[in-house]
């Protein structure tokens, strides 16, 4: 083993020679450059707040911004999770904070479609329990 003389230590590189050392030597240098690249560009807090605002994203996509009740002998309650801050003209869910305008308009037909097809309201409870 030869030695670097000037901090005299076993360590030697010899230039590759054969077409598979060139190979992996290539390989080595590409991949050494890419590992580099990814944690110059890559930003851990940006990351974290887009995977934070998809999870809202799929939660508020996943509600559906009524609650129905059971009161017994085939009797529903369905209420709407829709509120208005005082002084505001923003309805907020109270479940999923989603804003809306104008939740009529914009959640219309939600309550009877519930109230008829009860399964697929409690699919999409499901869905939200489990999201959230």
Not at 10 to 19: A, D, G, K, L, R
């Amino acid at each position: 083993m030869r030695y670097i003389e000037k901090f005299n230590l076993p360590f030697t590189f010899e230039p590759p020679t054969s077409w598979w050392q060139w190979t992996l030597f290539a390989l080595a240098g590409l991949l050494g450059a890419f590992i580099f690249r990814i944690t110059i560009s890559f930003d851990l807090n940006s990351f974290l707040r887009d995977r934070r605002q998809q999870g809202i994203t799929q939660l508020q996509n996943a509600c559906t911004h009524l609650l129905i009740e059971n009161l017994g002998e085939g009797a529903l309650r369905v209420t709407n999770c829709f509120f208005s801050p005082s002084g505001t003209t923003a309805f907020y869910c109270s479940r999923c904070q989603v804003f809306s305008f104008s939740p009529e308009r914009d959640y219309s037909g939600r309550e009877e479609y519930y109230t008829k097809h009860i399964d697929e309201y409690l699919k999409a409870e499901k869905k939200f329990s489990h999201t959230a």
